[in-house]
C-alpha cells in the first residue's frame, strides 16, 4: 500500500535530482510492465507533476527498442534487469547514436559497458540506484558524479526522505565494509510504503525492530557508498562461506562467448545444509563455450570460489515480464542430464587460488 505523499514525493525527486531537471518538452517512455513501481515512478507521475508526456508500450522489444524511441521522441527511459544487456548484445547499428534519448535509468548499472553503452547509444547521462516497491529510491547513482566507484548504488546521506543501515541475522549493525540486509525507515512520514494489503503479519515481519528489511543484502564502504551484493534468498553458502550470485554473474558475462548467465546454488544429496555453485549460460549467436574453459576464465578473473562446480548452457533463461531471471526455476532444476559437473569431467583441474 503506497500513498499519495509517497508518489509524489519520490516522482518529483525523480525529476529533480535524478534527471538533473526535466527539459520544456521532454518525454517519458516505458515499456516495462505497469502492475511493477518502476512503470509509474520513472514514467507516468513524472509526466504528471512536470505537465510532460508520458508514452507507454506494452512490452520490451529488442528489435524495435530505438525505433520506438524515435517514434515518440522520447527523451528519458527506464531499463529493468537484463534489458540493457540484451540491448547491448544487438548487432551494432550505424544509426545507434541517432535517437532522442538523454537520459536512461539502467538497474543495475552493469560497471563494464556504462561507458561504451553510453557512447554507443549517444546517451548524456545514466544513472540508478537502490530501491524497490516499498522504499523507491534508497540511493541514487549518476554517470557524472564525481568520485563514485563502479557498481557503486550511490550515497547512503542521513538527510535523505529515508534512513538506511545494514543489519545482521539478529537485527545489529554490521561493521564498515561488512555484508548486511539493507534496512530503511522513514525521515519523513509516508516516504515508504503503508504495510501489506490484507497481510498485517507480512507487514510486521517486514518491520521488526522499527527498520523495514528490504531482503536484500549489500555492503557500505568507508565513503558511505552502497553496493548491492545479492539478494538475501539467492546468495548461496557453500564450506562456511557466503558467495553473491549477482557478483558470480557479473564476472561470468565478461565472458566474450557468453551473452547472459544466471548463478543459483544447487543443494547436495549428501548435506542438505550445504550448496555448491551452478552457473546456466546463454552463448551469444554463432558462439560455442567449452565448460572447462569458462571456469578457467572464471578463475582467472575471480575468486577461487566463484569458480562452479556446474556448468549448463540453455537456449535461454526463464524471465519475469521485467526482465529479471526466475531463479527459483534454475534451483528447482537443480543438476539435470545436461549439467557439465566439474568435479567428474575434470577431476585433475583446480582452481589455481585454491592450490
Keep these: ?17 535524478y534527471r538533473g531537471g526535466i527539459h520544456a518538452g521532454e518525454r517519458f517512455y516505458g515499456c516495462t510492465p505497469m502492475y511493477n513501481s518502476g512503470g509509474w515512478i520513472t514514467n507516468i507521475y513524472p509526466a504528471l507533476v512536470t505537465g510532460s508526456v508520458a508514452c507507454i508500450d506494452a512490452k520490451f522489444s529488442v ?22 544487456l540484451y540491448l547491448w548484445n544487438a548487432e551494432p547499428c550505424a544509426d545507434d547514436a541517432d ?16 561507458e561504451p553503452f553510453m557512447t554507443r547509444f549517444g546517451i548524456e547521462r545514466v544513472f540508478g540506484g537502490f530501491g524497490q516497491s516499498e522504499a523507491m529510491g534508497v540511493t541514487t547513482y549518476h554517470s557524472d558524479m564525481p568520485g563514485l566507484k563502479p557498481g557503486s548504488c550511490g550515497y547512503v546521506r542521513d538527510g535523505d526522505p529515508v534512513q538506511t543501515t545494514l543489519l545482521d541475522d539478529d537485527d545489529q549493525p554490521v561493521p ?4 548486511g540486509e539493507i534496512c530503511v525507515r522513514p525521515n519523513e512520514p509516508f516516504a515508504l510504503y503503508s504495510g501489506y494489503f490484507n497481510q498485517p503479519g507480512e507487514t510486521v515481519k517486514a518491520w521488526r525492530n522499527m527498520w523495514h528489511h528490504t531482503g536484500d543484502l549489500g555492503r557500505i564502504d568507508d565513503d558511505g557508498e552502497l553496493f548491492f551484493v545479492d539478494r538475501k534468498k539467492d546468495s548461496l553458502r557453500h564450506k562456511g562461506r557466503n558467495t553473491s550470485t549477482f557478483e558470480v554473474e557479473h564476472i561470468a558475462r565478461q565472458h566474450p562467448s557468453v551473452a547472459n548467465a544466471a548463478a543459483v546454488g544447487v543443494t547436495l544429496k549428501e548435506l542438505a545444509t550445504e550448496e555448491e555453485l551452478k552457473v ?35 537456449d535461454t533463461l526463464p524471465m519475469t515480464p521485467t526482465n529479471k531471471v526466475q531463479k527459483f526455476k534454475l534451483r528447482e532444476q ?6 557439465w559437473d566439474r568435479e567428474s569431467e575434470a577431476p585433475d583441474w583446480k582452481p589455481t587460488r585454491h592450490r
Design 1 to 17: 500500500m503506497q500513498s499519495n505523499h509517497s508518489w509524489l514525493l519520490w516522482s518529483r525527486r525523480h525529476n529533480e535530482d
Design 63 to 84: 528489435s524495435n527498442f530505438w525505433d520506438r524511441l524515435r517514434f515518440y521522441d522520447a527523451n528519458h527511459v527506464m531499463t529493468l534487469g537484463t534489458m540493457h
Design 99 to 114: 535517437n532522442p534519448l538523454r537520459t536512461m535509468l539502467m538497474n543495475p548499472v552493469v560497471p563494464t559497458i556504462l
Design 176 to 179: 564498515t565494509g561488512s555484508v
Design 280 to 314: 546456466c549460460l546463454v552463448v551469444r549467436a554463432g558462439e560455442t563455450i567449452d565448460p572447462l574453459e569458462f571456469c578457467q576464465f572464471m578463475d582467472r578473473n575471480a575468486p577461487y570460489f566463484f569458480v562452479p562446480r556446474y556448468v549448463e548452457v540453455l
Design 334 to 339: 537443480g543438476v539435470t542430464p545436461t549439467t
